[in-house]
Nanobody, 132 residues
């Protein structure tokens, strides 16, 4: 069973940077491969709706929500089966729990709330706090 995990969260000052990672630590056993899965990054503040941040597929490239374009970058290391969310120019409103999720897909990934359910595998989340 694929089990995703996020890492890299923490406390950062406004204007700072963080890099989050998303991986299945047991991919050598589960057979998880980024060649066949698209990964989405999401965030949620307690009491508010979850929102899509960005996503990437092996053949489709990255897509971003408008509110992070130019500040966040998604990349992948297929050899490590790890996807990264590089966050720069962080703002206090970026404070949230960040999740990654996987869906079997070669070229499509999904950021519309109506399609969140297509992601069948979710990580536990990692807290990102932007504060001085």
């Amino acid at each position: 069973q694929l089990q995703l995990g996020e890492s890299g969260g923490g406390l950062v000052q406004p204007g700072g940077s963080l890099r989050l990672s998303c991986a299945d630590p047991g991919f050598r056993v589960t057979g998880f491969s980024l060649d066949y899965y698209a990964i989405g990054w999401f965030r949620q503040v307690p009491g508010k709706e979850r929102e899509g941040v960005g996503c990437i597929s092996s053949q489709g490239g990255p897509h971003y929500a408008d509110f992070v374009k130019g500040r966040f970058t998604i990349s992948s290391d297929n050899a490590l089966n790890t996807v990264y969310l590089q966050m720069a120019s962080l703002k206090p409103e970026d404070t949230a729990i960040y999740y990654c999720a996987a869906v079997p897909s070669l070229s499509e990934c999904y950021l519309d709330p109506s399609e969140y359910s297509k992601y069948g595998y979710w990580g536990q989340g990692t807290q990102v706090t932007v504060s001085s």
